[in-house]
Every structure is written in structure tokens, then in C-alpha cells.
């Protein structure tokens, strides 16, 4: 009974990953800094502005045109009422990773 259990229970993790590929798919030639970028915004960004970047509750975060600046003090210090911070959570290196990551994102 134990590996029938153990055996559906990985076959629903299985099906889960395959219905969710935008959070595991990675675009051709992406950089080393831009994979750990998608998995930070996976993590941290992907319940607001959907897997695919597309926007859901937060806008949609392909194209951008904002500096890397204006886009760090975004995600450092958040936007009131709209975006939380993340300054204490992310390093100055994980920002720069997740910036990489929303510069491929193109329509």
C-alpha cells in the first residue's frame, strides 16, 4: 500500500511540474545570472505578475523600458500600497539576477 501511495503521489507531483512549465522552462541561451534571476522572480514575483510575466494582479513586466535603477528601487523598496519590498530579502546580486531575467522577456 506504501508504494502505491508513494507511486500516485509522485505521479501527481509529475503532472503538476508538466501543467506549470512556465515556472521551470528556461528560453534558449539564457544567461547563468538570468536562470537564478527566473528563479528568484518564480519565487518572489510570479503570484502578482504571472508565471509568464504577462501580468495578473502586478502589471506586465515584458519590454520594460525603466533604467535598472528605477527597477531596483522598485524591487528594494516596493511601491506603497501596490508592491511589497523585497530589499531585506534580496542581496544587491540577486536584484541584478532578477533584473537580467526581466530583460529577456520580450513580446
Known amino acids: 500500500m506504501k508504494k502505491f501511495r508513494y507511486a500516485f503521489n509522485l505521479g ?60 531596483t528601487k522598485f524591487v528594494t523598496q516596493g511601491i506603497k500600497g501596490e508592491m511589497p519590498a523585497f530589499g531585506a530579502k534580496l542581496n544587491d546580486a540577486d536584484v541584478k539576477a532578477l533584473i537580467a531575467f526581466l530583460r529577456t522577456l520580450k513580446d
Open 12 to 71: 501527481w507531483l509529475l503532472f503538476g511540474m508538466a501543467a506549470t512549465p512556465g515556472l521551470h522552462a528556461s528560453p534558449p541561451g539564457l544567461s547563468h545570472e538570468a536562470k537564478h534571476g527566473q528563479d528568484l522572480f518564480a519565487r518572489n514575483c510570479a503570484h502578482c505578475h504571472g508565471d509568464d510575466g504577462r501580468g495578473d494582479e502586478g502589471p506586465d513586466l515584458h519590454n520594460l523600458k525603466k533604467s535598472d535603477a528605477r527597477i
